[in-house]
């Protein structure tokens, strides 16, 4: 069944390509050939569980960790070959969205988001950043912490300025790790509607990863199954879950048992 | 960094691990100097960290210079008198706080308090990820967070320091003044009066050593921590006893240096 909140401007341009990616730390092979297509407009869930390698993966993507073999292509732009100035400017284009929501812990929330654009684009009048600031804060529904300390916001908040200060350099694609962990599930539901506005809002492609079904189902159009180090099935969320393959049923069961 | 796939060590894993450490601090060391003559220059944030760095050792530095000076008076009297010889306190005091005690009480005192925070704060932003949402915003951290901070302690260090020797000799003005009722002018010409201007080049060519050296082992330990709370309490307490292992390391090699130099 079709997702009828999903933005629907659906076409076949991919916007990340990664074909037969390896990346192991020593010993320990986390990523053993992955293949990984997100077209344009589309969201994709990543779940997988704890330590089988999300993180990494979209870490790779903005070239925050070295794939140890593979081609990544984003935007047009091949992270594994790219300089580092060309890397920077590509990942203006790219938000990512931290597990731990990663907050300066020493600035205020109009810093934290004003950071990234003032130390990007040159000469930028007052009055420009605050308008920005109050844009990004106000897709997120949090205009009011504006002059609050990360230490001062709860976990929800946090996860939603750390969304914000991505949305400042108006991304072309979002990298969400764990949008809804550690939050209730009504928080969780607002996170989920929230990621649906900034795809309509911003025009975004989305990679969300999750161990979230609830998140997975209502946000994306895809779910791709990451076990031991390869995706073993990508489809609509019901495909995926009518799989006979044991650890996708005990995914399930976990999430939906009554 | 080093990676090795094996488990074959070259030496044994604690050998190894040492001198994958001290490659690790080269190559930190070589790309400081890479980008800290390279634009963009984050004037506002060296600033901001000279005037954090001041801040917080100010008080300690004033009230443990002016202690250090008191009791060494007290403590040199005795012997001197011995000798006929408590007329030549001053300068006696004088040499000993310009050349040596300014630099390394300060030193000591920057690398506890200094030296730890910068530690504690980067391995705090390590272990939340700050740094790296540093790096996926296209802001570049080491030179943000690390150029920025060392350039703050390499300046400020020195400054205090001149300070700390200053507030050292006033501390033993007044206790010269209570004894022998110097005056001020006196005492200060007496105590200059063996300085030669090497001596305050090298206690400040000294001082920049120990400001760059403190700056760069909390900064060093700060962006190398390792995951989890434990990494960033570890990554304060390291920087603190390799920076003043350090320091005395350094204070004994520019003594040797400065005799040398003495010498030609
Ligand atoms: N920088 C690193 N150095 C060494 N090992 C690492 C590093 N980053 C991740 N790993 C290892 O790679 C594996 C995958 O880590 P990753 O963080 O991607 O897991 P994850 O799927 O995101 O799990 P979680 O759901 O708990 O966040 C883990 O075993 C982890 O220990
Ligand atoms: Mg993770």
Redesign the interface.
Known sequence: MENKNLHSTLDHEPVILIKNLYKSF??LDVLKGIDFTLLKGENIAVLGKSGSGKSVLI?IL?G?LKADQGEITVLGKRVDQISAKEL??L??H?G?S???S?????MTVFQNLA??LT??IKNLSTKEINSAVDEALDAVGLKEKRDHMPSELSGGQRKRIGIA?TLI?KPQIMLYDEPTSGLDPITSAEINSLILDVQKKYNTSSVIITHDLTCAKTTSNKIAMLLDGKFLQTGKFDEVFTSEETQIKSFYNYNFIQ | MI???S?GFIFSKNIDSFLEGIYNAYQFIIRFFKEVFQPPFHIREVINQCYEVGLKSLALISLTGFIVGIVFTKQSRPSLEDFGAASWLPSLIGIAIVKALGPLVTALICAGKVGSSIGA?LG??KV???I????????NPFK?LIVTRVMATTITIPILALYCSFVGLFGSFLNVHAAESTSLIHFYQEAFKTITFLDIFSSIAKSIVFGFTIGLVGCYKGFHATKGTFGVGKAANEAVVLAMFLVFLEEIIIVQLANWIRFF
């Open positions: 020593g010993e870490k903005v925050l920077d400017e990942r203006l790219i990512f931290f597990q731990q990663a907050l300066y812990d020493s950071f990234p130390m990007n200060r350099l | 990676s090795k796939k488990h704060e705090s932003m939340t990820e700050q790296e949402a540093m790096e996926v915003s296209a802001i943000y």
